[in-house]
């Protein structure tokens, strides 16, 4: 190769270790969030049973819940894996709620610091 070209040449750059981390935090806040929101639906049922018993509206407690059940799971889905940059939890059309990699690239979401390699 001439010299002009090998000055083009792109070094790839090793990602920022910083910067890394705290995608991956961004990332696991997502999954909990969602998980929070998962978890509380048998809040949301109990709350909506007593309302419909005492002759209630139930709109717009249901429309709220499913706003934010819905903020968060496209919060979700739009994290991308710092490694592969690729979508970290969604490979098809659905999320993978229970996996704590990349379903791409295998990629952790612990950050670097609490990963253990024994």
Same mark, same amino acid.
């Given at each position: 190769?001439?010299?002009?070209?090998?000055?083009?040449? @792109?070094?790839?750059? %090793?990602?920022?270790?910083? @910067?890394?981390?705290?995608?991956?935090?961004?990332?696991?806040?997502?999954?909990?969030?969602? =998980?929070?929101?998962?978890?509380?639906?048998?809040?949301?049922?109990? =709350?909506?049973?007593v309302?419909?018993?005492?002759?209630?509206?139930?709109d717009?407690?249901?429309?709220?819940?499913?706003?934010?059940? =819905?903020?968060? =799971?496209?919060?979700?889905?739009? @994290?991308?894996?710092?490694?592969?940059?690729?979508?970290?939890?969604? @490979?098809?059309?659905?999320?993978?709620?229970?996996?704590?990699?990349?379903?791409?690239?295998?990629?952790?979401?612990?950050?670097p610091?609490?990963? %253990?390699?024994?």
């Amino acid at each position: 190769m001439s010299k002009p070209q090998q000055q083009h040449k @792109k070094i790839p750059e %090793s990602p920022d270790p910083v @910067k890394f981390s705290k995608e991956l935090r961004e990332i696991v806040r997502a999954r909990t969030r969602l =998980a929070v929101c998962f978890w509380t639906l048998p809040v949301y049922v109990l =709350a909506v049973w007593v309302l419909l018993n005492n002759g209630r509206s139930v709109d717009s407690m249901m429309w709220i819940y499913m706003a934010v059940y =819905a903020g968060f =799971a496209i919060n979700m889905s739009m @994290k991308n894996c710092p490694s592969c940059h690729k979508q970290f939890y969604v @490979k098809n059309i659905f999320l993978n709620l229970l996996s704590k990699k990349c379903v791409h690239c295998g990629q952790t979401s612990a950050p670097p610091e609490f990963s %253990s390699e024994d």
